[in-house]
T-cell receptor, first 117, second 111 residues
Framework: DAGVIQSPRHEVTEMGQEVTLRCKPISGHDYLFWYRQTMMRGLELLIYFNNNVPIDDSGMPEDRFSAKMPNASFSTLKIQPSEPRDSAVYFC???????????????FGAGSRLTVL | GENVEQHPSTLSVQEGDSAVIKCTYSDSASNYFPWYKQELGKRPQLIIDIRSNVGEKKDQRIAVTLNKTAKHFSLHITETQPEDSAVYFCAAFSGYSTLTFGKGTMLLVSP
């Protein structure tokens, strides 16, 4: 398996522009998470999906952020309009529903580094 | 919600020494505790994990201990090597909406 695939790997944009980050989870994984990582705040959970349905979006910082998962193999995180304080590395991660004896292995993508000027 | 505290924030050791990173959690319902290693510019990767029904788990030079009563767990790395230098994150997991990461520990291993 190619693992969790994210694009773009790097994005530089100007304040006010729309940013769309993309994620393809591991095939068969039924949970998908979006995290944001900064030096100041560490790893923050933004939102997660189960079977394409958003379950908890309490970590989404504000209405400028939105996430969708139209099917089991694709999710987007959109920021509109973007601001300099949104600059961070955004990670997507996926997980297979664990069995009683299974391991909850959360697998991260390589991340999308966003810089908003 | 869950709160995970991780200490120290930075740790410098000489090659060959041991390193210990400690985490505490607040939610007694947490039952799974993974540790992730993140090298500079790369993604976090799972290195070891432990479930609440186990007190200790070892994998070669790394081990994790868990004290459920005290609600703390620790990562132990023995015979450290320069390639162990990275940021290490602990996490506590009681349900998917409450997977909470610590702030991370930057480990520097000097040759």
């Amino acid at each position: 398996d190619a693992g969790v695939i994210q694009s773009p790997r790097h994005e530089v944009t100007e304040m006010g522009q729309e940013v769309t980050l993309r994620c393809k989870p591991i095939s068969g994984h039924d949970y998908l998470f979006w995290y944001r990582q900064t030096m100041m705040r560490g790893l923050e959970l933004l939102i997660y999906f189960n079977n394409n349905v958003p379950i908890d979006d309490s970590g989404m910082p504000e209405d400028r952020f939105s996430a969708k998962m139209p099917n089991a193999s694709f999710s987007t995180l959109k920021i509109q309009p973007s601001e300099p304080r949104d600059s961070a590395v955004y990670f997507c991660a996926s997980l297979l529903e664990p069995t009683v004896s299974g391991a909850n292995v959360l697998t991260f993508g390589a991340g999308s580094r966003l810089t908003v000027l | 919600g869950e709160n995970v505290e991780q200490h120290p924030s930075t740790l410098s050791v000489q090659e060959g020494d041991s390193a210990v990173i400690k985490c505490t959690y607040s939610d007694s319902a947490s039952n799974y505790f993974p540790w992730y290693k993140q090298e500079l510019g790369k993604r976090p990767q799972l290195i070891i994990d432990i479930r609440s029904n186990v007190g200790e788990k070892k994998d070669q030079r790394i081990a994790v201990t868990l004290n459920k009563t005290a609600k703390h767990f620790s990562l132990h790395i023995t015979e450290t090597q320069p390639e162990d230098s990275a940021v290490y994150f602990c996490a506590a997991f009681s349900g998917y909406s409450t997977l909470t990461f610590g702030k991370g520990t930057m480990l520097l291993v000097s040759p």
